[in-house]
């Protein structure tokens, strides 16, 4: 069975930085192209950036030039790096195994 578990999430100040982190188990990633989304209060889950398995990367233009997303594949594992972020940006993020598996969610708060 295929579980994804992301960490990584917490309250930071606007402008500030974070590293989410999504450890895949039961099947090995490399293979599959992965993606996080995120959700916000009342709004519908958004895409936010997706990685292929050749290393390919796309990013939501509203987040684009701030997040990256990458992959170490020897830790199976998928990383979102969150720089400059803004109140906007406040939500549950997901990460997804495209057409798997979604993991569980980690809250993102950026708030003064």
């Known amino acids: 069975q295929v579980q994804l578990v992301e960490s990584g999430g917490g309250l930071v100040q606007p402008g500030g930085s974070l590293r989410l982190s999504c450890a895949a188990s039961?099947?090995?990633?490399?293979?599959?192209?992965m993606a996080w989304y995120r959700q916000a209060p009342g709004n519908q889950r958004e895409f936010v950036a997706r990685?292929?398995?050749?290393?390919?990367?796309n990013h939501a233009d509203s987040v684009k030039g701030r997040f990256t997303i990458s992959r170490d594949n020897a830790k199976n594992t998928v990383y979102l790096q969150m720089n400059s972020l803004k109140p906007e940006d406040t939500a549950v993020y997901y990460c997804?195994?495209?057409?798997?598996?979604w993991g569980q969610g980690t809250q993102v708060t950026v708030s003064s």
């Open positions: 997804n195994l495209i057409g798997l598996a």
């Open positions: 990685i292929t398995s050749g290393g390919s990367t």
């Open positions: 039961g099947t090995i990633i490399s293979a599959y192209a």
